[in-house]
């Protein structure tokens, strides 16, 4: 049932457009789809309407958000008689949206009543945004793996459009469910799209390609739950080699015309040659420090130093074959030494991302 406290504050009919849709896909959600939706009604920005997409629900789902729609007009359910995962849930939200930005929530995470006001303000106030998001807070706290409390302050540490287009090619830089997005953007790329990796990185990295910007809200808005069943950690879609392919496949275009070098021959270095090997790409050469590297082969490349590298001063270097300098891709996981790397390059007058993409 809907929580009393909730049920004054959540009456609202607005028969105009309203400002934002929130699309909130929900499969089995019955322990949390209350408190997300409560966390709806409770928001500072009222004008919003949320489509619950119950994603053939076996539990008692259908009926948790059929409550909150006799309650509150501002909520509606769309109902799928079998589960067909995020992908097709999204995109039939979309096909009965009707705001001026769309919003992303998902069933068991918690928006802070001023997530949708602040980020709708700084999407407004930037036509070249395709997306804001939010700092995010990961709960319960001392549920959360080392590995995704890394990724949350790396979450955090990207803000403005020009730190989160450096860091793109890292991981997806911004969570998901976070998100308000601007529907011209969405719609001028291939949207949500039923590939092999991550929907939301794919869509990122769609509109990164197509020159569109993100930034993000410098502020903890949003409480991200952290699960053993969430899809990140439980579904193929969002393993490594699912984000590699991802990455690969936007930078197509670019490796096709560039001779490509490797920057670190370990576990990341090899498992990325071997992935640019299957779609048909040479790499040049590997580059490493370790010394007991330096001067043999990867995967039938050498393995130079970083002291090797030409230092890029006049911008007219020594090219290869295709009139071009290569490309170098970081691939080290190593905590640090994406630093160590960049500040290298920098200081030898290789420009990010024009002489240099970091990937790990």
């Known amino acids: 049932m809907v929580p009393e406290s909730s049920q004054a504050r959540g009456r609202h009919d607005n028969a105009a457009s309203p ?3 929130i699309l909130l896909p929900a499969h089995n959600a019955e322990s ?3 408190q997300a939706l409560d966390s709806l009604v409770h928001q500072t920005l009222a004008d919003w309407e949320c489509l619950i997409i119950n994603d053939g629900s076996a539990d008692d789902t259908a009926s948790i ?3 909150w729609a006799e309650r509150d007009a501002r909520f509606k359910v769309i109902n799928t008689p079998d589960h067909s995962g995020i992908v097709s849930a999204l995109n039939l939200g979309l096909t009965e949206a009707k705001g001026r930005f769309i919003a992303r929530q998902d069933a068991d995470d918690i928006s802070r009543p001023e997530r949708l006001a602040k980020t709708i303000h700084l999407i407004e106030s930037n036509h070249h945004l395709a997306a804001v998001g939010c700092q995010v807070a990961m709960f319960p706290s001392d549920q959360i793996p080392s590995g ?4 949350g302050q790396w979450l955090n540490s990207l803000n403005t459009p020009d730190e989160i287009a450096r860091d793109i090619w890292i991981e997806s830089p911004l969570p998901h469910p976070t998100v308000v997005i601007r529907p011209q953007a969405l ?5 949500y799209r039923a590939t092999s990796w991550p929907e939301d990185y794919d869509l990122w990295l769609q509109m990164h390609c197509a020159g ?3 930034a993000k809200v410098p502020e903890i808005l949003y409480d991200w739950r952290h699960h053993r069943d969430r899809l990140t950690i439980c579904n193929e879609r969002y393993s490594t080699e699912a984000f590699l392919d991802c990455k690969l496949h936007h930078l197509a275009p670019l490796l096709l015309c560039r001779e490509i070098c490797i920057w670190g021959a370990g576990r990341d270095g090899r498992r990325l040659g071997r992935a640019l090997m299957a779609k048909d790409h040479r790499v040049a050469a590997f580059i490493d420090i370790d010394p007991g590297k330096i001067g043999r082969t990867r ?3 050498p393995v130079l130093s970083p002291e090797e590298l030409p230092t890029r001063y006049p911008r007219q270097e020594p090219a290869d074959s295709s009139g071009q300098i290569p490309l170098i891709l970081v691939a080290v996981g190593t905590k640090g030494a994406r630093d160590l790397i960049r500040r290298h390059l920098t200081q030898i007058g290789w420009q990010e991302p024009t002489d240099y993409i970091c990937l790990h």
């Not at 995704?148 to 990724?151: G, V």
């Not at 719609?187 to 949207?191: A, E, L, N, Q």
């Open 32 to 34: 949390t789809l209350n």
């Open 299 to 301: 995967q039938g490349a």
């Open 212 to 214: 569109w910007q993100f």
């Open 148 to 151: 995704f409390t890394a990724y």
């Open 65 to 67: 958000a059929n409550t």
């Open 187 to 191: 719609f001028s790329c291939h949207g």
């Open 19 to 21: 400002i934002v849709t």
